[in-house]
C-alpha cells in the first residue's frame, strides 16, 4: 500500500471549510442520480471473489479522478436466498475516501434459485494524489467472510499547481458601534419571546390533560408508513413483510367494521364479511384480492414481483381510504 499524498502544508489549515463546504455540494449533486442509471454504467474495475458458497463482485466506475469528482463503488454478493449477507460499514469511509452516500441495491432472483444482493457507495477524495480502496469485507450468516483486495486510484488536482495557491492574510477586525435603539429593540424582543413561551407551555399543558383518539384509518396509515421506512423490501424479506402488510390492514378492520379479523383464517374472515355486508362489493372484492395474495407469500413461499409487491401496498392503502367514515372526512377539510 503506498502512502497517502502528502499535505499541502500551510494551506490545509485554511481548506478545512472548503473541504466540507465541498463535499456537501458533491453530496447534494450525487443525490440528482436518476434511479436505475448506475446499472448502465461501464465500470472501469471488475473483480471476482469466491468463497463459502458465495460469488463477490466488485466494480469501480474509475480508476483515476480528480478532486471535483466522485467515484461509484458497487458490491453484489450471489448466494443462497436464505443467506443474510452483511455489507462493510461505510460511516467512517473507506481508507483515504469518504463516503458521501450508500444505497441499497434491489434484490435479484437468479433462474438457478439464487439471489444477488448488493450496495452502491459513492467515494470523495479531498486532496490529489495516490489513494487505495482497501479491502472490503462481506459476512454471511455471520459466520464465514468474503474479502475484496485493494484497488489503487489516481487522484489529480483541479489546480494548475497545487502547491502555488496563495490565499489572502485575514485582516483586522473592526469595531462596528451598536446604537442605544438596538439594546431596546433586544429587550423588547426577549420579553415577547418570554410572553410567547408562557402562551405556548399553557396551551401544550391544557392540550396534554385531553388525550386525542387517534381514528382507525390515521393508526393504520401511519403504521404502513413506519412499515415501508423499515426497508424489509430492500433486503427481499417478502414474507415478514406481507405478514406485518396483512396484520395492519386485519386491525383496521376490526376498528373500522367491527369484524374479528385478526383472530381468524382468511377463509373465516371472507365468509363473515359476506354474510354480515358492513363492507361495500367493491371494497369485498380489493380486500379479498389483497388477503390472497398475503396467504401465497406466507403460505405458498411466493415470492412476488415489484409491481405486485407496489400493488399489494396500493390495494391496502386504497382500502383505507376509501372506507374512512364520511364525518370524519369532513372533520379533516
Not at 442520480?33 to 472501469?44: C, L, Q, T, V
Not at 463459502?52 to 443462497?80: I, P, Q
Not at 450496495?119 to 474479502?147: D, H, M
Request: proline share 7%.
Amino acid at each position: 500500500m503506498r502512502a497517502p499524498p502528502r499535505p499541502l502544508g500551510n494551506l490545509l489549515p485554511h481548506l478545512a471549510g472548503a473541504r466540507l463546504a465541498f463535499a456537501l455540494c458533491v453530496a447534494i449533486c450525487s443525490c440528482g442520480r436518476p434511479e436505475g442509471d448506475s446499472a448502465a454504467i461501464d465500470f472501469a474495475v471488475k473483480r471476482t471473489y469466491e468463497g463459502d458458497g458465495a460469488r463477490l463482485e466488485l466494480a469501480l466506475d474509475r480508476e483515476s479522478l480528480t478532486t471535483a469528482d466522485s467515484a461509484l463503488l458497487r458490491l453484489e454478493v450471489e448466494c443462497s436466498e436464505a443467506d443474510d449477507v452483511g455489507f462493510p460499514d461505510s460511516q467512517d469511509g473507506f481508507g483515504q475516501f469518504a463516503v458521501i452516500r450508500e444505497d441499497a441495491l434491489p434484490v435479484r432472483l437468479l433462474d438457478d434459485g439464487r439471489v444477488v444482493r448488493g450496495r452502491e457507495y459513492v467515494l470523495q477524495p479531498f486532496l490529489p494524489g495516490e489513494y487505495q480502496v482497501p479491502a472490503l469485507e462481506v459476512t454471511l450468516n455471520a459466520s464465514s467472510r468474503v474479502s475484496t483486495e485493494p484497488v489503487e486510484v489516481a487522484v489529480e488536482s483541479v489546480l494548475d499547481d497545487p502547491q502555488a495557491a496563495e490565499l489572502l492574510d485575514i485582516t483586522q477586525p473592526v469595531d462596528v458601534p451598536v446604537p442605544w435603539w438596538w439594546w431596546v429593540a433586544i429587550g423588547l424582543a426577549l420579553v415577547a419571546a418570554m410572553a410567547g413561551l408562557a402562551w405556548w407551555w399553557k396551551r401544550r399543558k391544557s392540550a396534554r390533560s385531553v388525550p386525542r383518539h387517534v381514528p382507525a384509518h390515521e393508526a393504520a396509515l401511519a403504521a404502513l408508513e413506519a412499515l415501508l421506512a423499515e426497508g424489509l423490501l430492500a433486503r427481499g424479506a417478502f414474507k415478514p413483510f406481507y405478514l406485518r402488510l396483512s396484520d395492519i390492514v386485519r386491525r383496521y378492520v376490526e376498528e373500522r367494521f367491527g369484524l374479528r379479523a385478526p383472530e381468524q383464517t382468511t377463509e373465516e374472515f371472507l365468509a363473515a364479511m359476506s354474510a354480515a355486508p358492513v363492507i361495500r362489493g367493491d371494497h369485498q372484492a380489493l380486500l379479498r384480492g389483497f388477503l390472497k395474495q398475503a396467504d401465497m407469500v406466507k403460505f405458498a413461499e411466493f415470492v412476488p414481483d415489484a409491481d405486485e409487491v407496489g400493488g399489494a401496498i396500493e390495494a391496502a392503502k386504497l382500502f383505507i381510504q376509501q372506507t374512512v367514515p364520511d364525518e370524519l372526512l369532513v372533520g379533516e377539510q
